[in-house]
């Protein structure tokens, strides 16, 4: 089987992720297959490469332009998800992942309904809720509400099961669903989240994820930093990559900017490498998510 399609078969068996918690839950847990081997299985980390199409308008650094009606989407009634990068039934060779970055899920829970118990191995997860509560449970022990401002990670490491809720009957909860590739596999499952003051993301770039645990923000096992700002209209700002080799995923939340030239609007995704910093413009009231991603695999 060709890597082409090998990556396609992968992908589709993911599709049980979001099948809900009926079909979840009547799989036999001792024979399904985790994240890890569903989305790598057999594919070599350097066959894996940057997998993606790039912008050929901008000749300096390289560039990746990935429009917000542009992505997948798959609307199950009681979820509704656009899907930045391949994932479940939506496949698109160009879009697998943006270095260790594999999924960035834009997810819309109806009332009452989630996710149910399913297992990941060897995968950082990490969840923002943008409205709603949504409530995680764990084969750790852990049971928490979070809610907008809020920062969720857990590294699945050597396994572990988990369900998400939206937790309100009469509202739904909206919140992203990324996941990034580990740089070790089969550590100590763990669970944590944090709660923002927006007081530290207004007109700049706060971290909210680095790999150091004594840093701000949540971290994981993976030389990775995510930055997260509410940008006055007007204001103009310089990222600046914190390792070599690393690219950068701009997920514009709310609003317009403008980076390297490259105006996006809401939902919009862009990617940039080869390049040690960025510069960032808000056209209107914005906020961004960035992340700041090693561009090579394993």
């Known amino acids: 089987m060709d890597r082409k399609s090998f990556i396609k078969k992968t992908l589709l068996g993911a599709a049980g992720v979001a099948a809900g918690s009926s079909g979840l839950q009547a799989k036999n847990a001792g024979t399904e297959k985790s994240t890890y081997d569903k989305l790598m299985a057999d594919v070599p980390l350097d066959q894996v490469g940057f997998n993606h199409l790039p912008n050929k308008e901008i000749r300096t650094m390289k560039t990746v332009l990935h429009k917000a009606n542009t992505r997948g989407h798959a609307n199950h009634g009681w979820l509704d998800s656009h899907h930045s990068f391949s994932f479940a039934n939506y496949y698109n060779p160009e879009r697998v992942h943006f270095g260790v970055l594999r999924v960035l899920n834009d997810d819309r829970v109806a009332p009452g309904r989630g996710f149910g118990t399913h297992p990941h191995d060897n995968m950082e997860i990490i969840s923002i809720p943008l409205e709603g509560d949504l409530e995680h449970k764990d084969s750790m022990g852990n049971v928490a509400t979070i809610r907008q401002g809020d920062v969720q990670v857990m590294s699945a490491g050597t396994g572990i099961y988990h369900s998400e809720y939206n937790k309100n009957k009469d509202q739904e909860v909206k919140f992203l669903q990324i996941w990034v590739f580990p740089n070790k596999k089969g550590v100590k499952p763990r669970y944590d989240q944090i709660t923002l003051n927006n007081k530290d993301l207004k007109n700049q770039l706060f971290q909210i994820l680095s790999p ?43 609003g317009d900017v403008t980076i390297e030239g490259q105006p996006l609007s809401k939902r919009d995704g862009f990617g940039i490498w080869d390049t040690d910093k960025i510069s960032i413009v808000a056209s209107s009231d914005a906020k961004i998510l960035l992340m700041d991603v090693p561009m090579n695999v394993g």
């Open 212 to 254: 150091n645990a004594d840093d701000d923000g949540v971290w994981i096992h993976q030389d990775a930093w995510f930055h997260m700002g509410n940008l006055e209209k007007g204001h103009k700002t310089t990222y600046q990559l914190k390792r070599q080799g690393n690219g950068v995923y701009a997920f514009i939340l709310e």
